[in-house]
């Protein structure tokens, strides 16, 4: 039996969301061992002078305890 973890984490990026779900991911896995999935809670883009400037991302990513 196997008992699993799961933690929440904000990434951003200017490039766009999927970049930010990666740059999310990559840091989660450096420091979290055995990651086993993520997935995104929500989306959500800064405006500043009527352009998309950061777009961020929080995700659950899911851990298994050794």
């Not at 779900?21 to 002078?49: F, P």
Request: a neutral charge; one cysteine or more.
């Amino acid at each position: 039996m196997s008992v699993a973890r799961v933690t929440e984490i904000i990434a951003s990026s200017t490039k766009g969301f999927d970049d930010a779900i990666n740059q999310g991911v990559d840091r989660a896995c450096k420091t979290l061992k055995n990651v086993s999935g993520a997935w995104v809670q929500d989306q959500k883009v800064v405006v500043e002078n009527n352009a998309i400037t950061e777009y961020r991302v929080i995700l659950k990513v899911t851990f298994i305890l050794e």
